[in-house]
């Protein structure tokens, strides 16, 4: 589902997806740099292929989605929470896709704005990812936010004409507590 929870950090501002969102993320998915750590990707979307993913999303009971903007109101991204069956665990998606926000920590302030609400909300006990071993931005900002690591799937990935590895991670509710400041989930206005 497209969360309705608007969340704010110190650098960004989680809001609802919207549809006036999805030209922006055509534009950004057909660009090779933007979409070169983005497991699941294929071809470049098309618009109508961001309506029907939108319209999956609205409706997914197993995920919770937002929009990335910067605290300025320009969109940056998206990130997402996919829930488990297995109890209070969800696996965390991220992407800034606008190139020239790279580097602002707006990622980082994103992934501990949905852990908080992951952790606090959610009362999850854990929360896992996967990224490319050879992604050290993402890997940076993922320890930053607590994340360990927990595993390497060797040559999971084939990227750019090379296999790579896959790099395992995940953060736990308690050490997430001893290691973040508290840093409540709060809901714009």
């Keep these: ?38 497991a699941a990707m294929g071809d470049p979307p098309t618009l109508d292929d961001e309506y029907e993913w939108y319209e999956r999303r609205r409706s997914d009971p197993d995920s919770v989605m937002w ?5 300025e109101g320009r969109l940056a991204g998206n990130v997402e929470l996919r829930l488990s069956a297995q109890p209070r ?15 602002q920590g707006l990622g980082t302030d ?3 704005l949905v852990l908080a609400y992951a952790f606090e909300e959610l009362e999850l006990n854990r929360v896992e990812l996967t990224t490319d071993e050879a992604n ?14 927990e595993g390497l799937l060797r040559q999971h990935r084939f990227i750019d004409g ?23 989930v709060r809901r714009a206005v």
């Excluded at 309705?4 to 055509?26: A, C, T, Y």
């Excluded at 929009?67 to 605290?71: C, N």
């Excluded at 665990?89 to 580097?103: F, N, P, Q, S, V």
């Design 1 to 38: 589902m497209i969360s309705e929870s608007i969340l704010q950090g110190e650098k960004v501002r989680l809001r609802p997806v919207e549809e006036n969102d999805l030209p922006h993320f055509v534009g950004w998915l057909a660009d090779r740099e933007v979409t070169r750590w983005l």
């Design 67 to 71: 929009s990335i903007e910067t605290v």
């Design 89 to 103: 665990r969800a696996e965390i998606g991220i992407a800034i896709h606008d190139k020239t926000l790279w580097g």
């Design 110 to 112: 994103a992934v501990r």
């Design 136 to 149: 050290e931005r993402a890997i940076r900002c993922y320890e930053k936010c607590g994340f360990v690591r």
């Design 162 to 184: 090379q296999f790579g590895n896959t790099l395992m991670m995940s953060v736990l509710r308690e050490e997430w507590a001893k290691s973040q400041p508290r840093a409540a």
